[in-house]
């Protein structure tokens, strides 16, 4: 079982970058994934989430009309488009798989049982 983060670069302010979220070993369908970050010296905090039918997304305020999560399960892939980046955004994202997350839960690191491994992202003034 395996979650893999894959598309972080290094951007502009202003650019746009997205990230996708890939599965092995189980089927992203069953889940809702979560989309996390870490910045350095910082806690981890949630960024969105998009439940298992895709029919309820979460965002962080930071983060609302400027990012979009979305979910190809014929792909086993969950993406998150993230548009008029800023310096604010740069941190390592994560993705994860939570059999339920929830308006409540969603950002919640503990509610996540799979953690890909982090792709980094960096936006520069």
């Known amino acids: 079982v395996q979650l893999q983060a894959s598309g972080g670069g290094f951007v502009q302010a202003g650019g746009s970058l997205r990230l996708s979220c890939a599965a092995s070993g189980f089927t992203l369908e069953y889940y809702a994934i979560g989309w996390f970050r870490q910045a350095p010296g910082k806690l981890r905090e949630g960024v969105s989430c998009i439940s298992s039918s895709g029919g309820s997304t979460y965002y962080a305020d930071s983060v609302k009309g400027r990012f979009t999560v979305s979910r190809d399960n014929a792909k086993n892939t969950v993406y998150l488009q993230m548009n008029s980046l800023k310096p604010e955004d740069t941190a390592v994202y994560y993705c994860?798989?939570?059999?339920?997350?929830?308006?409540?839960?969603?950002?919640?690191?503990?509610?996540?049982?799979?953690w890909g491994q982090g792709t980094k992202v960096t936006v520069s003034s």
């Open positions: 994860a798989a939570a059999t339920y997350a929830g308006a409540s839960g969603w950002h919640l690191p503990g509610r996540y049982t799979y």
